[in-house]
Structure formats: C-alpha cells, structure tokens
C-alpha cells in the first residue's frame, strides 16, 4: 500500500510550526478553524458502489392487462475488484448506450452531419413526447432522437424485442430524412430557376482534383519510360521502337516538334566516324 499520505491531517501542526520558525509572519485565517473543527482523520475508504444495469419493460398478464417491471443485470466481476483497483469508480451502464452504439455502427455517416451547437437552457428534452415519433419540437432531428424513440417503445409497448423497436424507430427517421432531402432539392432547382448559381458539387470538384492528379501521374510516367528508354539506347548504340512512341506522344501532348532520341543521334555519329575512317583507309 506505501506510506500514508498525512499531509491533510498535519497541516494546521506544520502551520504552526512554521509560525514559531518565523517562516511566515502572520497566521493564516483558518488556523484556529481548523483547530475547532479537524478535518477526519479515517485512513481507511469505502469501497466503490456498484451500478448494476436496469431495464424498464412492459409485458402482458394473463388477464390482458399491461405491467410494467424492470430488469437488473448485474455486471461482471471487474478487476476493480482486484488488488490495486480496489477503490477505483466503476463504470456507469445505461441502455441507451447499446443502442446508441449499434445505431451509429450502423450509420457511421450520420456523425460526420454538421451540428449546430447553441448554449440553451438543457431542458428542451423535457418537452419531447417521444411516443409521437421521432420527429419532437425544439429538437433537432439526429441519431439521438432514434434512441430516445426506440427506448420508449421498449419501455411502454407490451412484449416487444429490441430489433421490432429499432426497425420501428430507423424506419421513421428514414421517412424524415427523405422528406429533408426532398425538400431541399426541390429549393435548390427553384433558386436555380430564378437565376440562382451554386457552383460546382462537392463530387464535380473532387473528380477534378482526381483529374488533374491523374494526368500529373501520367506525364511523369511518360518522362520516366522516355528517360530510361534513352539511357538504354544511349549505353547500346541502338534506338527502339518504344523510344520513338514515347517521345512522339510527349510531342504532341505539349504541341512541339519530336526531338531526335539520344541513341538514334549516337548511332548516326558512330556511322560518320566508320565513313571517315573508312576514306582515310582508301
């Protein structure tokens, strides 16, 4: 366990101390507090509570009639059990984070949405009927307006699952967000009606960015094949076909004349150079 830290017991004794010591030179305002009233001196800590998991749910009695009952799952033992996690807080369990996970594991893109963060007073979800649908007034409509609907519908409706609940409250918000984007089409082709310019797309301008990246690749890779082609006809004393292909292509995607490859000028000296020697011979 180590030494115990006595620091919070002792500070009014070290306070004095320093006082006679002539260290400070007046007393601090809480010393005579502090001797009236000492802070606790119990070395010893409870040991943290542990929150098990409740679920409300209805169900039906044989009579016909509804009831609603909670379910408690206690949790595995952890290792704050253990050794040195002995005091350390657990972890708090709630149901809506099992559903709020399995929702954006399912939707990923809806994190990704820009959010509209606003200092209000925190209790717009007072308000909320979720029993209405997804859709509630003052709310905007998000990843978390499923959970709270698909929450209710295991807590209020009689005997059902957690996929029925999640496929009721998913396919209303899928209903909204259509309706959303429907709506904001039909406003985009009437502002361009009345003379209204958006510029290109988010997908028009990656494409070009895409373009012109792809068209970079493709000139360096032309001066790459060109250059190793003429390295090779140079060191042999020959030209190849491929050569005269590359660089032709070169010269026309930039509108100028082929120039003559290093191999083919190299081939044409040393035939010079064989004539002259071959006259002096003569």
């Known amino acids: 366990m180590g030494r115990l830290n006595l620091t919070a017991i002792n500070v009014r004794k070290t306070a004095l101390l320093n006082l006679k010591a002539k260290k400070t030179n007046a007393a601090p305002k809480w010393l005579e507090i502090v001797g009236d009233i ?92 979720w029993s209405k649908g997804v859709q509630q007034p003052g709310v905007a409509l998000s990843g978390e307006s499923v959970v709270q609907r698909q929450l209710w519908l295991l807590e209020n409706v009689p005997d059902i699952t957690i996929p029925q609940a999640y496929d009721i409250a998913r396919k209303e918000f899928y209903a909204l967000r259509r309706r959303e984007e429907t709506r904001s089409r039909i406003a985009a082709e009437e502002a361009r009606h009345m003379g209204a310019q958006f510029g290109k797309s988010a997908i028009q301008v990656s494409m070009g960015i895409e373009n012109h990246m792809y068209n970079d690749w493709a000139n360096w890779s032309r001066a790459v094949v060109s250059e190793i082609t003429q390295k090779a006809a140079a060191f042999e004393g020959t030209i190849t076909a491929a050569e005269d292909n590359a660089l032709k292509e070169v010269a026309d995607e930039d509108g100028q004349s082929p120039q003559p490859a290093i191999g083919a000028g190299v081939f044409a000296q040393q035939q010079q150079r064989d004539t002259r020697s071959q006259r002096r011979t003569v």
């Open 38 to 129: 000492p802070p606790a001196q119990i070395l010893t800590r409870q040991q943290p509570m542990r929150h098990p998991l409740s679920k409300v749910r209805t169900r039906t009695l044989p009579g016909g009639k509804t009831e609603q009952y909670i379910q408690v799952t206690e949790s595995k033992k952890s290792k704050s059990t253990r050794g040195q996690h002995l005091f350390t807080p657990t972890t708090l369990r709630y149901e809506e984070d099992s559903l709020r996970r399995r929702f954006f594991s399912d939707h990923p893109w809806e994190l990704a949405r820009p959010r509209v963060v606003l200092e209000t007073s925190g209790d717009q979800y007072k308000s909320a009927d």
